[in-house]
């Protein structure tokens, strides 16, 4: 927290409350982050226990008068669940920007907000589906174990499938992201039973769509496989990311690390 400015903590002191419930390791892992970039400060906000999300990372342009306040020319806000998040979900949101920042892996970055939200969540979700592999890697590295990850992941996959919409593409691409997610992740034992599920309820064309995917068999450990897969899946579905605002960037070109 040592980036922070005074007077936004003095503002929002629920920054010290979120920071204080930390542990030591998990303080230094931040630490350690907030060190890799020059232009960028890194503070945690508290999301709502109904949002359904147990942590996030957002990046923000500060204005001229905010860049001031905050001394930095971005803001990154890691968004906690107080209620329900686990300390290795703030270590994942860590290590996604670690991945870029440290390990120069390559980054998405949205530019520009765009009126399409439902594509632009999708590309999101296809840029970290091909890049949560190294952010595991590096989450495990760190000191935080994922056992209790694998099966809240599996049972977030089949409740997503069963309440999915028919009607909506972007949800059905959201639900086969989901599942080439889990293949990427989980435990070869644990993905099987979240197949053994999705049988179950006929949903076996998912899995065969989801196969045709250049996301679902790529090196996902190598920055331009993962540049090629994620930039391929979403030309074969049809989605233009660069009109959304949403720019891929090598880690050096990224604008928050100049």
Known sequence: MNRIPQ?????????KEIWDSFSPKLQEFWIETQSTLKNAVIIPAELSVNSNVYANVTFKALEAEAKELYQHDYLIK??????????????HELA???????????????????????????????????????????TIKKGFPLE?????????????ILSMSNSDQNDYYRILNMIIDSKHRLPTEVYD????????????????????????NFN???SNSIKEAFSQT??????????????????QE?????
């Open 96 to 138: 996604h920007i670690y991945s870029w920042s440290k390990e120069n892996y390559c980054c998405i970055y949205q530019e520009h907000i765009s009126m399409d939200y439902k594509k632009s969540e999708l590309v999101a979700m296809i840029f970290n589906t091909a890049i949560h592999s190294v952010v595991d890697n590096i």
């Open 220 to 222: 996902n450990l190598d």
């Open 7 to 15: 007077d936004v903590v003095a503002y929002q002191p629920v920054i």
């Open 148 to 160: 209790g990850f694998f099966e809240r992941k599996k049972d977030e996959c089949i409740s997503g």
């Open 234 to 251: 979403c030309a074969m579905i049809e989605i233009d990311y660069e009109k959304l605002g949403i720019k891929l960037y090598n880690a």
């Open 193 to 216: 039973e979240l197949l053994d599920y999705v049988a179950k309820f006929e949903f076996k064309q998912m899995i065969s769509l989801a196969e045709t995917l250049p996301l679902y």
């Open 254 to 258: 990224m604008p928050l690390l100049k």
């Open 78 to 91: 890691i968004g906690v669940n107080l209620h329900d998040a686990e300390e290795y979900d703030i270590a």
